[in-house]
């Protein structure tokens, strides 16, 4: 019984070996070349006016090829973010992406209630598109509402 199942799953992975195209041409930009690069610049700034600075603390800033890509989590960047950390520049491609920034309340009562937040330890997010251009600078906001 033991030989049968090895013998199965030799067959099984041969079978995956040789169904792969490896021909197959990939649609990856040249990143080596500097022409194609631009950079993008986020501003991750986060103002609630009932809730002071001190209780609000980023969570999350991440980059998508896609918007469905973006609604799944599969992130290509996801950054560590930083209070002491205002602007985050990324070398990218040209071409357009998407964002996901969140950020944390951590007042207490109905303080982040009343700011829009879930409730106490809630997160907000925003996210959206921005393009990059090929040796250009773009620059983003977050808008938190």
């Excluded at 019984?1 to 070996?17: D, E, S």
């Excluded at 169904?19 to 070349?33: L, Q, R, Y």
Aim: proline content about 4%; some cysteine.
């Amino acid at each position: 019984m033991k030989t049968i199942n090895i013998r199965l799953l030799l067959i099984f992975l041969i079978g995956a070996v040789l169904s792969c195209d490896i021909n197959e041409p990939i649609d990856n930009p040249d990143i080596t070349n500097p022409a194609t690069i631009g950079i993008l610049d986020m501003a991750f700034v986060c103002r609630v006016q009932t809730i002071p600075a001190s209780r609000l603390r980023k969570v999350n800033l991440c980059l998508a090829y896609t918007s469905d890509d973006l609604s799944h989590g599969n992130y290509f960047i996801q950054t560590n973010v930083s209070e002491a950390v205002t602007h985050y520049l990324f070398e990218l491609p040209a071409g357009e992406y998407y964002y996901y920034a969140s950020v944390i309340c951590l007042s207490e009562n109905d303080s982040c209630q009343y700011a829009g937040f879930p409730g106490q330890f809630g997160h907000k997010a925003v996210g959206g598109m921005v393009k990059v251009e090929a040796g250009k600078t773009a620059t983003y906001t977050t808008q938190f509402h």
